[in-house]
């Protein structure tokens, strides 16, 4: 399984790359994260993220363009249950 880190995430939001069907895992604890970055999303095949112990106050409903996740870790942040896409219980 590939792994990602945050290197590959830096840069403009609005200039999201080709889709990689390469990256299964990607770990962003600990960045301070606001936000979801929209970057994500090109990462088609994404299996499980790790946005643990950031700064994020919802979660982004871009996370429901990641159909084939299966784990997402968001603990120790500051998200309340408003902050959570309804759409999310229903990925698999």
Not at 51 to 80: E, R
């Amino acid at each position: 399984t590939e792994e990602a880190v945050l290197p590959l995430l830096t840069g403009s939001d609005e200039a999201v790359a080709e889709p990689d069907y390469d990256v299964a895992c990607i770990h962003l604890q600990q960045n301070q994260l606001l936000r979801l970055p929209l970057a994500l999303t090109r990462y088609v095949n994404l299996r499980q993220l790790d946005v643990s112990s950031n700064s994020l106050t919802t979660v982004d409903p871009i996370i429901l363009h990641l159909t084939k996740l299966t784990s997402l870790v968001l603990k120790n942040n500051l998200i309340t249950s408003d902050g959570i896409p309804k759409g999310l219980a229903a990925l698999q």
